[in-house]
Each structure stands twice: as structure tokens, then as C-alpha cells.
């Protein structure tokens, strides 16, 4: 399973969304997103910016790509 498929298993819980939710949300059916989580499809570029928007997370977010030590450093200094 890709760290899309995960990632965006994860954030759809942690919105409390089911997948029928999600795939209407974009205009897509529950099928879909079924697919997105098991690896079997990935999204379009488009539709992986309005699951992102959706989700309230980013695209990299999604995709798992890590944050730089800068980005790491201004996250904590935001944060405290």
C-alpha cells in the first residue's frame, strides 16, 4: 500500500468521513475512494487537490512527502 493509500485513510478518519462521504464531496462514488485507499487507482491531479482542500491537509500531506528541517524549525517556533 502506497503512503497515499494510507495517508489518505488516515485523514478521511480523522475527519470523521466515510468513503461514500468523501466520493460525493468530489463528485465521485464511494468506489472510488475504495479504490484510492487500496492502491489499486490514484487520483488525477485535480481531484488530489480537492481531496486535500476537503481534508484540510496538504497535497504532500497526502502524498507523505517529509518536511524539510527548515520547514521542521519554523513548524515548532509556529507551534511554541
Do not use: W
Request: aromatic letters at 12%; charged letters at 25%.
Amino acid at each position: 500500500m502506497s503512503d497515499f493509500a494510507k495517508n489518505l485513510y488516515y485523514y478521511r478518519k480523522k475527519r470523521g468521513l466515510t468513503q461514500a462521504k468523501l466520493g460525493e464531496k468530489i463528485n465521485y462514488g464511494h468506489t472510488a475512494i475504495a479504490n484510492y485507499e487500496s492502491g489499486r487507482n490514484e487520483p488525477s491531479f485535480d481531484v488530489l487537490i480537492a481531496l486535500a482542500n476537503i481534508l484540510c491537509v496538504t497535497v504532500d500531506d497526502l502524498l507523505g512527502v517529509p518536511l524539510s528541517d527548515q520547514e521542521k524549525v519554523l513548524l515548532s517556533y509556529f507551534r511554541g
